[in-house]
C-alpha cells in the first residue's frame, strides 16, 4: 500500500523558534511571557528523539518509513502520525507568534496592551495584539492579510486565546483556551491545503505540585470541527484529542486518524479509521491501543490492536482481534507475552478506546479541572 505524504506547514526553523525560548528576549514583558508557546500546547505521544524529527524534519513524512521501522511497532508510529497532524496545524500560527513576540512590540495603552509586528513570513502578514483584562488574565489574537496588500484591506482574525498566567509562572505557561480558524488562514495564503477549526483547552499546571506553578506539565483537550492538515491527503474529521504530560515526563495520548494503514490492503486502497491511545513512561517503555474500522477493514468487522514496547521503543508484545461484535472477537494473531509490557500495561485484553469525540481526561491528568472548549475565545470580549 502506498501511504499518503503530508506536506509540512512550515519550516523547520520556524518551528525551533515556536518550541524555544532562544528567539525570544531575555527578558520578555509581562504581556509577551504570557502568551503560550508551541511546546506548551502540543500533543506528545512519548517524546522520544524520533517523534521530535518527526516535527523538526523539513522533508515530508509519511506513515510508510514510521510503520517500517525497526522496532516493529504498528499502532505507536499511526497514533504519533495523527499527533504530527495536529502539531503541524498548531505550529502554523505559533511559528510567527515566536518571531513576532522576539520583537518589543508597540505599547497600545502602557502596561495593558502592546501589538507586535506587523512581520511577512510565507506570503502573509501578521499582527498579534496581546492584552491584560484582569488580574493574572490575558487575551491574544494573531491577524493576517496577503503580503503586499493595501493598507486600506483589514486584517484577518487567524487565531485567539484567553488565559491565565501568574507573575511566578514559567514564561510562555498558564491555562486557557484557544481557537484556531484554518478556513479564515485559507482567505489570506490561498495555498494552504488545510481546512477547518482547532479549539484547545490547556494547563500547564500540576495539581500534584505544591508550588502552583506552571511549568512542563500540559493537560490538553483538541476538540477539531471538519479539520484536516491537508485536504489533497485526508478527508476532514471533527473528533477530540486529548493528552497530557506530567511534570516526571509520563504521557498519555488519545486520538483519532483517517488515512490508509499498511496493515490493511485493497485494490484499490480505502482510508481507515483508527482511534488510538498511547501510554508512555520515561526509562520503562509505553502501550498502544487501536480500534480500527471502515477502508479495507473486512465488511461487518473492526478490528482491535494492543503492542508494548521497551524503553528502547522495541516491540516487546503485539495481539490483534478481529471482532463482528460485543463479545465476538477471535485472535487474530499474537507476538510476546503481555508479561513483557510495564506492570501497570500488562492487561491481555484490548484497551482502545472506542468514542473519538469524547473529550474526557485519561486517569493521571495533571489539571483534572481541563474541560472540552466549545466555542473560539473571544479577544473583544474575553471570559
Not at 150 to 176: I, M
Not at 265 to 277: F, I, S, T, W, Y
Request: with cysteine; proline share 7%; charged share 15%.
Amino acid at each position: 500500500m502506498k501511504l499518503q505524504t503530508l506536506s509540512f506547514l512550515a519550516a523547520a526553523t520556524l518551528l525551533a523558534a515556536a518550541c524555544g525560548s532562544s528567539t525570544s528576549p531575555s527578558t520578555p514583558d509581562a504581556l509577551a511571557a504570557a502568551v503560550p508557546d508551541f511546546a506548551g500546547v502540543s500533543l506528545e505521544a512519548t517524546g522520544a528523539a524520533s517523534e521530535s524529527a518527526t516535527l523538526s524534519t523539513g522533508a515530508a513524512a509519511t506513515l510508510g518509513s514510521a510503520a517500517a521501522a525497526p522496532s516493529g511497532l504498528e499502532f505507536l508510529p499511526v497514533i504519533r502520525q495523527g499527533i504530527h497532524d495536529l502539531n503541524q496545524a498548531v505550529q502554523q500560527d505559533f511559528a510567527p507568534i515566536a518571531q513576532l513576540i522576539s520583537t518589543q512590540g508597540k505599547d497600545l495603552t502602557v502596561g495593558q496592551s502592546k501589538q507586535y509586528g506587523p512581520m511577512d513570513q510565507g506570503g502573509v502578514t501578521y499582527l498579534l495584539t496581546v492584552k491584560r483584562f484582569g488580574n493574572h488574565r490575558f487575551a491574544w489574537k494573531l491577524e493576517g492579510k496577503p503580503t503586499g496588500a493595501a493598507a486600506t484591506v483589514a486584517f484577518t482574525q487567524l487565531a485567539v486565546g484567553t488565559l491565565f498566567h501568574a507573575d511566578n509562572d514559567v514564561v510562555h505557561r498558564g491555562r486557557g483556551q484557544i481557537g484556531f480558524d484554518f478556513d479564515a488562514f485559507k482567505t489570506v495564503s490561498p495555498g494552504f491545503l488545510g481546512q477547518g477549526k482547532l479549539y484547545c483547552a490547556y494547563s500547564n499546571y500540576d495539581a500534584t505540585d505544591a508550588s502552583g506553578v506552571a511549568g512542563d506539565a500540559k493537560t490538553l483537550v483538541y476538540v477539531l470541527h471538519d479539520f484536516s492538515v491537508d485536504t489533497t491527503a485526508h478527508p476532514p474529521i471533527s473528533a477530540a484529542f486529548v493528552g497530557h504530560k506530567t511534570r516526571d515526563g509520563v504521557r498519555d495520548a488519545r486520538v483519532l486518524y483517517y488515512g490508509e494503514l499498511p496493515q490493511f490492503v485493497g485494490n484499490p486502497d480505502h482510508a481507515e479509521l483508527l482511534l488510538g491511545r498511547a501510554r508512555f513512561t520515561p526509562g520503562v517503555g509505553g502501550r498502544a491501543d487501536a480500534l480500527v474500522s471502515g477502508g479495507d477493514v473486512p465488511s461487518g468487522e473492526v478490528i482491535y490492536g494492543a503492542e508494548c514496547w521497551d524503553k528502547s521503543e522495541a516491540l516487546s508484545w503485539r495481539k490483534v482481534w478481529a471482532c463482528t461484535g460485543p463479545g465476538a472477537c477471535t485472535v487474530e494473531s499474537e507476538q510476546g507475552d503481555v508479561s513483557a509490557c510495564a506492570v501497570d500495561l500488562q492487561n491481555n485484553g484490548p484497551e482502545a478506546p472506542t468514542d473519538g469525540t469524547s473529550g474526557g481526561l485519561e486517569p493521571g491528568a495533571p489539571d483534572p479541572t481541563v474541560a472540552p472548549p466549545t466555542a473560539m475565545p473571544s479577544f473583544d470580549n474575553p471570559t
